[in-house]
């Protein structure tokens, strides 16, 4: 496993987006054969990047061309000049422009966390592009709580002197997910962090991000039913165990309504599996491979 985190890379490619304020370069990872046609777009976590898909996208890569965005703020796209604009409307209308550039008439998605409701949304519209959807500790129904413990970090952007540092920081503010191995959380860290000119280390997001994650605060848990209600591909939702963010009666309920998604649960972990682990992977990949290519 630790020698496969430090493998092959990716293609870094970069397609231009446009807001209310402008234009912004939102680059993408891409891995597999550029020419195939079977496209897997993974969308990561609020202030994560998408190098956090890179074990699943190598993995997955011999049956999929799999695109993996830096979401707009985040990793090595572009910071939006009005942090107003780091919101759903503005990620989807992102996501659209970038799918526009690959080519295709389909894809599948998988989501973590706000990726997944990236993708709820975006599989909600008509005549959407996504073929088959994978939900990874995301759903109909935010708990309020999870989202005030997110907003407690979110934003706080410290420097480190060196990896060793930001590590421990890692692993106190993402215990929820789950044991991993020393390389899996060195990978973790280093898919977070940017090295400043200085030498030292900070968070590879855009610290305004959280002005508009607070100021859109619910007052109770964040419910999106009339999206999820309006998805018609097949549906994959992986919840943590322990999750505080998505709860079980909700994946219960996901399971009975709107497309009647399939729930799958990995014990001794919170929010959000991180998909670094085979058996997570696994779950993917058979779901993404049932039935053949869309």
């Known amino acids: 496993m630790a020698e496969s985190l430090v493998s092959a ?3 870094r490619r970069s397609v231009q987006c446009a807001s209310q304020r402008g234009l912004h370069r939102m680059v993408y990872w891409e891995w597999g054969d550029a020419r ?12 994560r990047t998408g190098r956090d898909f890179d074990e699943l996208a190598r993995t997955l890569s011999s049956q999929f061309r799999v695109v993996c965005p830096d979401v707009a703020g985040r990793g090595e796209s572009d910071r939006l000049s009005d942090p107003a604009l780091y919101a759903m409307g503005q ?3 992102d996501m659209v422009t970038l799918i526009a550039r690959l080519d295709v008439e389909a894809v599948y998605w998988l989501g973590t966390s706000m990726g997944g409701l990236i993708g709820m949304a975006l599989a909600a519209q008509t005549g959407s592009p996504v073929a088959k959807l994978v939900l990874n500790d995301a759903g ?8 005030e413990r997110i907003g407690s970090y979110l934003g706080k952007v410290p420097e480190f002197k060196n990896l060793e540092e930001a590590e421990r920081y890692i692993r106190t503010i993402a ?8 390389a899996q959380w060195r990978f973790l860290t280093e898919t977070w962090l940017r090295n400043n000119d200085d030498g030292t280390w900070r968070a590879h997001y855009d610290p305004r ?5 607070k100021a859109e605060m619910p007052e109770k848990d964040l419910e999106l039913w009339n999206l999820y209600d309006a998805i ?6 992986l919840r943590g165990e322990l999750s505080d963010l998505l709860a079980r009666s ?3 309920e996901m399971a009975r309504r709107g497309p009647k998604a399939r729930a799958v649960e990995f014990r001794g972990i919170g929010h959000a599996p991180t998909l670094l682990h085979e058996d997570q992977i696994a779950v993917v990949r058979d779901f993404l491979l049932e039935g053949g290519p869309a």
């Open 36 to 47: 195939n046609r079977d496209v897997l777009v993974c969308v990561h976590g609020l202030t």
């Open 91 to 93: 990620y989807l209308s």
């Open 9 to 11: 890379e990716p293609r």
């Open 140 to 147: 109909p129904v935010v708990a309020r709580a999870a989202l």
């Open 250 to 252: 909700t994946t219960a």
């Open 232 to 237: 018609r591909c097949p549906t994959l939702v």
């Open 175 to 182: 215990a929820s997910f789950g044991p991993h191995s020393d």
């Open 209 to 213: 991000i959280a002005e508009s994650f």
